[in-house]
């Protein structure tokens, strides 16, 4: 017999009991803390003979043991095949510009203020036909999803907004669904163009009540910009338009999580068409941010204040590995399936620069050295650069061969890996932390239903 590489006991705060997963077999059970020779099997340094029968046929039927090594090797073989397999969604970013009307204070695209530059409609044009030749050429199925990003996408001044409706029209009249990530500030200005293209949805930072918001996110001239944010939310929220308002968590806010949902409440935020949430900040340069925390003490501090102040449920948390791991079961009844590659970026992601380039992350756009090539004058891309994003699954890298979480994290975030490691090694995710705070929190669901 043969225990599983992929087993994680999991300990949860103020019980006796534990948690143990198995991101392969798809498998979570409750254990008894104090059936010692059962965890330290599934830990991998027990051993069977000290395990009753009925636990051990119990623990093959769940894929916590093999008969074999051979059985686990061809489940996570099957895995991957069907991976490859699998039509993953492609979605599109268009990046306008760099440029922006605000300088916050935390901002990693910083570098690219001087260098103001928007997009040309002939740039437009030509991404969009990138955009035909590569569903042709791979096959996609579904509606093409466009983003606009930035930098700001939404600026003022005919050139801009010109370009904008044109990308806007582009989009609609070839049936595209549209999305825009904007600060926000000009959303009232252009409300009305984006409600005649029926833009799918928009994201907005509010990075909490307006004394913290505008201390941090400022026009160049220092001045907050909370205002004009709330005025462009509320100009679009009577619209079909779904409204993802984002708050960059951080110790600067956190502390105001209570008076921000508060808020949501009393500017009657509370709709179908809003989603609040919050996204731990991230430090993608090496900055050393002065008020960045880890990701597993922000998420303890949301489920302490959803366990005391339950109006702050009203924030969801997104994007938070290991987190969303338990959400999903929750949501499902079951475990999501092992997960081979991190994020989108390595299956289907193209984004389009004004200058020409193509991206496959979203956060390396608008540095070249991570392009994968070009759709000006014609899309052409570079098999090695793509080769270094694309299917970059955790197998290719010997860390998360012998890693334990591998099958819940799938390799960690390229771009981190190639930021602070020159992507000769992976830059792991607070996965295990996330997922331990999550199991805690979340105890009596996962048994009780
Ligand atoms: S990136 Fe880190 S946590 Fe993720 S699989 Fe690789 S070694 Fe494990
Ligand atoms: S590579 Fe990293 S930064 Fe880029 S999309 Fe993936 S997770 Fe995000």
Not at 178 to 190: F, L, M, P, R
Not at 328 to 345: D, G, K, N, Q, T
Request: glycine fraction near 6%; proline fraction near 4%; charge should be neutral.
């Amino acid at each position: 017999m043969y225990v599983s590489k992929y087993n994680i006991v999991l300990d949860v705060e103020n019980h006796t009991k534990k948690i143990v997963i198995n991101p392969l077999s798809q498998s979570m059970d409750v254990v008894d803390g104090e059936d010692r020779e059962l965890l330290v099997l599934l830990e991998g340094t027990g051993r069977f003979e000290k395990v009753k029968g009925s636990d051990l046929d119990y623990l093959l039927k769940r894929g916590y043991i093999f008969n074999a090594q051979v059985e686990e090797e061809s489940l996570l073989h099957r895995a991957i095949e069907k991976d490859d397999q699998e039509k993953y969604p492609c979605d599109f970013l268009l990046y306008p510009t760099f440029h922006c009307n605000f300088r916050c204070t935390y901002c990693f695209q910083e570098n690219y203020f001087k260098k103001y530059s928007f997009i040309t409609k002939e740039y437009v044009s030509k991404a969009f036909s990138a955009i035909e030749t590569i569903c042709r050429d791979l096959q996609f199925e579904s509606t093409p999803l466009l983003y606009l990003f930035g930098g700001e996408p939404l600026l003022k001044g005919k050139r801009a907004e010109e370009t904008i409706q044109y990308t806007l029209l582009q989009a609609y009249d070839r049936g595209y669904r549209t999305a825009i990530v904007t600060n926000g500030s000009n959303v009232q200005h252009y409300s009305s163009l984006l409600r005649k293209y029926a833009v799918d949805f928009i994201q907005i930072t509010l990075d909490g009540p307006p004394h913290i918001h505008d201390t941090r996110r400022i026009y160049a001239n220092g001045k907050g910009t909370f205002d004009d944010i709330k005025r462009g939310i509320e100009s679009i929220i009577d619209s079909e338009i779904k409204i993802l308002i984002r708050m960059n968590l951080d110790s600067q806010n956190i502390d105001y999580i209570p008076e921000f949902s508060d808020f949501v409440y009393e500017s009657g935020w509370d709709k179908e068409n809003v989603t609040v949430f919050v996204g731990p900040y991230r430090d993608l340069l090496c900055r050393s941010y002065e008020y960045q925390l880890p990701e597993h003490v922000m998420l303890k501090r949301m489920f302490s204040f959803y366990e005391e102040i339950p109006k702050t449920r009203i924030i969801k948390l997104l994007a938070w590995p290991g987190a969303d791991y338990v959400l999903h079961f929750l949501r499902m009844r079951e475990l999501p399936p092992p997960r081979v590659s991190y994020c989108i970026a390595t299956y289907g992601r193209y984004g389009f620069d004004a200058e020409g380039y193509v991206y496959a992350c979203g956060n390396a756009a608008g540095n070249k050295q991570y392009a994968i090539g070009r759709y000006y004058p014609e899309i052409s891309l570079d098999e090695e650069n793509v080769r270094r994003w694309r299917k970059r699954r955790f197998n290719a890298m010997p860390e998360c061969i012998r890693c334990q979480l591998a099958l819940l994290c799938g390799g960690g975030c390229t771009l981190q890996s190639l930021l602070k490691h020159g992507g000769k090694n992976p830059f792991c995710p607070e996965i295990l932390e996330n997922l331990k705070v999550a199991v805690t929190y979340y105890f009596d669901k996962i048994v009780g239903e």
